[in-house]
């Protein structure tokens, strides 16, 4: 079995299953590695965030599964035994003092600080700080 050759391909890459699609499938499909997709039972909310650098660029053809996602799930509604969808982009840097979380549902975009973006991935209350 090959191996990844170095931490950037493992990194570009993301899963083993990932790098065999690249070498063996069409070239006229997205692939792409979600961070994190995360499902909180006891509020009925499955959320997915791709996780960014704060300088890093997202390639256009991530940007539109994404939004696809996103169209999705904010037309699936919601009734009390549904499930609530929630999609969003998080960008920010280890140890994320503060970070940048868009809402793609929404179209709305916020910063966090790093006690709140816990909050926000626990699923807990948390407080936004406005984006200008």
Known sequence: MEKYRNADELNYFG??????????????????????LS??????????????????????SQRKILEIFASLFKKSGRSPEELHYE?????????YITSEVEDLINNKTFMVDQE?????????????????
């Open 116 to 132: 709140n973006l816990i909050k926000f991935l626990n699923f807990e209350e948390y407080a936004i700080i406005p984006k200008y």
């Open 87 to 95: 999609c969003y982009v998080v960008r920010g840097d280890y140890p």
């Open 15 to 36: 899963s083993d299953l990932n790098k065999f699609a690249n070498e063996h499938c069409s070239k006229q499909m997205t692939v792409n590695n979600i961070d994190f």
């Open 39 to 60: 499902y909180k039972a006891s509020k009925g909310i499955v959320r997915l965030i791709e996780s960014k650098h704060t300088n890093e660029n997202m390639r256009p």
